[in-house]
C-alpha cells in the first residue's frame, strides 16, 4: 500500500504531465494565431473569451449560465464583426445587450456576472484592435503577451526566494511586495528588449508602460483570486488539464489589454 507521501508525489506528477501536455498543444496554435493575425487571431480572442465568460458566469449565476452564454457568443461575436468592418459606433451596444441580460437574471451575483462580461468582452475587443487595426499590430501584441508571461514569472521566481511581507493576502496569500517589485523588473525588462530589436533604441517612455502593465497585470491575478475565493472554487474550472480555466490563465491580460490600448489610442504610445 502507498504512503501518503507517494500518493501526493504522484498526484504531482501526473498534474505536471497534464500542465505540460495542455501547454504543448495551446502555445503553438497562440503564437500561429497571433501571427498570422486576421481572422485567425479573432478566432483565437472569440474562442477564449466566450469560454471565460462562460466560466464567469457559472460561478456568480450557475442556473442561467447556458442562456447567458448563448446571448454573450452572439453580442461578442456582432461586436468584434462590426469592429473589423470599421463600425466602432456600434461596437460598444452588442456588449451592453449582452450585460443587461445577465442583470436581468435572478440572483444575487447578477450585478457581478454582468460586470465580467463587459469587462471580458472589453478586453477581447481591445486586443482585436491593437493586433488587426495599429499599424504596428504583431508587435504590439507580442509585446503584451511576453510582457504578461515575464510579470508571472518574475512575481514568482522574486516572490519565491526573497519573501517577505504579502502584498494582498486577503485575496492571494502567496503573492508579495518582492514578487510585485519582480514582475515590475522583468517586464521593462521585456519592453526595453522590444524596443532596441525593433527599432535599435530602448524607449524609456516603453520601459516605464511595461513596469505600469505589469503592475496592472498583477492587479488582474489578484482580482480573480479575489473572484475565486468569494466563490469558494480553487480554479475557475477544468477546461485546461492540468491548469484549471481559461480565467485562471488570462487574468493578467485581461486587464493588461484595456489598459494598453488605452495609453495606445489616447496618448500614441509608439513602439519604434
Known amino acids: 500500500m502507498q504512503s501518503s507521501e507517494a500518493l501526493r508525489q504522484e498526484d504531482t506528477n501526473s498534474g505536471l504531465k497534464k500542465r505540460i501536455i495542455s501547454a504543448s498543444v495551446m502555445t503553438p496554435v497562440a503564437v500561429a494565431a497571433v501571427w498570422f493575425g486576421s481572422p485567425y487571431f479573432e478566432l483565437l480572442i472569440f474562442v477564449f473569451s466566450v469560454g471565460m465568460m462562460w466560466e464567469w458566469t457559472r460561478m456568480c449565476v450557475p442556473n442561467h449560465v447556458q442562456s447567458i452564454s448563448v446571448v454573450c457568443a452572439v453580442a461578442l461575436g456582432v461586436s468584434m464583426l462590426l469592429l473589423a468592418t470599421g463600425e466602432y459606433r456600434f461596437v460598444a451596444l452588442s456588449i451592453v445587450v449582452a450585460a443587461i441580460t445577465a442583470a436581468l437574471r435572478p440572483g444575487k451575483n447578477r450585478i457581478l456576472a454582468a460586470f465580467g462580461i463587459v469587462y471580458i468582452s472589453v478586453a477581447a475587443i481591445a486586443a482585436q484592435w491593437l493586433r488587426v487595426t495599429h499599424d504596428d499590430g504583431l508587435l504590439m501584441i507580442m509585446w503584451l503577451f511576453f510582457l504578461v508571461w515575464a510579470t508571472d514569472t518574475g512575481a514568482y521566481v522574486f516572490g519565491k526566494v526573497i519573501g517577505g511581507p504579502k502584498l494582498a493576502p486577503r485575496f492571494s496569500p502567496k503573492k508579495t511586495w518582492a514578487g510585485l517589485v519582480g514582475g515590475m523588473l522583468c517586464a521593462s525588462l521585456i519592453g526595453g528588449l522590444i524596443t532596441y530589436f ?75
Do not use: T, W
Open 198 to 272: 525593433s527599432g535599435d533604441a530602448i524607449l524609456v517612455s516603453i520601459v516605464l508602460a511595461s513596469a505600469a502593465l505589469a503592475v496592472i497585470a498583477q492587479i488582474g491575478d489578484l482580482g480573480e483570486s479575489a473572484l475565486k475565493r468569494h466563490f469558494k472554487v480553487k480554479d475557475s474550472s477544468n477546461l485546461i488539464p492540468g491548469h484549471g480555466g481559461l480565467l485562471d490563465r488570462a487574468d493578467g491580460m485581461l486587464s493588461v489589454f484595456p489598459v494598453a490600448f488605452a495609453i495606445v489610442y489616447f496618448i500614441g504610445l509608439s513602439l519604434r
